[in-house]
């Protein structure tokens, strides 16, 4: 089964395998309020993970756990309301699913997990943002309700913003 969960101190290995995994591709690591800090050092790591970041919003980061194998297969940071900057080109919702288990539909649900938090938070309209290029993170969106809204550039990349309204 998986389920979306914050990040606790039993927690500690399948951060460190996740982390790792992601580290030895070389690839930017997303969300991230994920890479933001050393994972190495996870007392100072776990207490600094939803503080404010460069945004300077208040965020919730959870993990998505398989706990049938009892491991970290991604994670989302969800932002509790939208800055200018946030509104032009990064949205509500990071998203990010570990090299190893990429393609297996595991972005869907952590992105429909994620959905159900936000409307916990009490956000109805959530924006997300991807690299036009990024066919995987849009087909994402668009299985969860994402209506595309317009693409735009940002630092000579193209970036399509989608907006879900929350039932």
């Given at each position: ?24 591709t ?7 309020v ?16 939803d ?9 919730t ?33 990071g ?21 159900s ?30 209506i595309?809204e317009?693409v ?6 193209l ?6 309204d929350?039932?």
């Open positions: 089964m998986l389920k979306l969960v914050k990040l606790e101190d039993t927690h500690e290995t399948l951060l460190n395998e996740m982390m790792d995994e992601w580290t030895l070389g690839e930017k690591i997303i969300p991230y994920i890479r933001k800090n050393d994972y190495h050092q996870f007392k100072f790591y776990k207490e600094n993970l503080a404010r970041d460069t945004y300077y919003v208040l965020t980061t959870l993990f998505l756990l398989d706990e049938s194998s009892n491991c970290f297969i991604g994670s989302a940071n969800i932002r509790h309301e939208l800055n200018e900057a946030l509104l032009h080109n990064v949205g509500h919702i998203l990010g699913i570990r090299p190893s288990k990429r393609g297996n539909g595991y972005g869907a649900k952590l992105l429909e997990l994620a959905l938090e936000a409307k916990k938070i009490g956000i109805s309209r959530v924006l997300l943002v991807c690299d036009k290029e990024n066919t995987a993170s849009s087909s994402t969106i668009k299985k969860n309700g994402g595309l317009d735009r550039e940002d630092r000579d990349t970036v399509e913003r989608y907006w879900i929350i039932k």
